[in-house]
């Protein structure tokens, strides 16, 4: 069963501990017994997960791109200039 929009908003302030400290308390407190939250919470906890892991592979390769036309490009040269004084090897 698919969580409940105002249920999602509650989950991620909660598990963010961007809940003002009382009702922070409160819904650590339901979190430990309430079920359907806790379980809830997992599934979200599970989705942020894969989405964080399936964006890695796409980051890397996209900063790979940019390296590669970075460096390589002739109009980029006086940069790359620039990178290696700074970074340059000794």
């Known amino acids: 069963m698919p969580i ?6 509650y ?11 009382g009702e ?3 819904f650590d407190a339901r979190l430990l017994t309430d079920a359907s939250l ?9 989705a942020c997960a894969l989405v ?5 592979p796409q980051l890397r390769a996209e900063i790979k791109a940019l ?13 790359r200039q620039k990178v290696m004084r700074i970074f340059g090897r000794k």
């Open 67 to 79: 390296h590669a036309h970075l460096f390589t490009a002739h109009e980029h040269q006086s940069f």
């Open 24 to 26: 922070q308390q409160l």
């Open 4 to 9: 409940s929009p105002n249920n999602l908003h």
């Open 11 to 21: 989950l991620e302030n909660g598990l963010h501990r961007h809940l003002p400290p």
């Open 38 to 46: 806790r379980t809830d919470a997992e599934t979200l906890q599970t």
């Open 52 to 56: 964080v892991a399936s964006a890695r």
